[in-house]
């Protein structure tokens, strides 16, 4: 089992900003891919950014040039500084991780985080 534990959400003003991390632990071989997602009530569940253990990174248009991810691959955590914030930035914030569990099975499994409530109002 992998676990996955996200901080950093809470209620913030708009043009604010609030950077969410998130820190894998458990049995695993290697980390693949970390990353970010967001549902709000009623709506489907999108991207928001992702990073491989290269630091390839990839944006939801709608986040592109305010939010930055990052991850320390020793330390197996992600990070998102989220800028200048919108309220339709409001959802609950996943944490997602894929992971390779053995040196011989080269499978990859998906695990998720439990969310963080992120809330954009003034």
């Known amino acids: 089992q992998v676990q996955l534990v996200e901080s950093g959400g809470g209620l913030v003003q708009p043009g604010g900003s609030l950077r969410l991390s998130c820190a894998a632990s458990g049995s695993f071989f290697s980390l693949n891919t970390m990353g970010w997602y967001r549902q709000a009530p009623g709506k489907q569940r999108e991207l928001v950014a992702t990073?491989?253990?290269?630091?390839?990174?990839d944006y939801g248009d709608s986040v592109k040039g305010r939010f930055t991810i990052s991850m320390d691959n020793a330390k197996n955590t992600v990070w998102l500084q989220m800028n200048s914030l919108k309220p339709e930035d409001t959802a609950v914030y996943y944490c997602r991780t894929e992971i390779r569990s053995s040196s011989w099975n080269a499978v990859q499994y998906a695990y998720w985080g439990q969310g963080t409530q992120v809330t954009v109002s003034s």
């Open positions: 990073i491989t253990s290269g630091g390839s990174t």
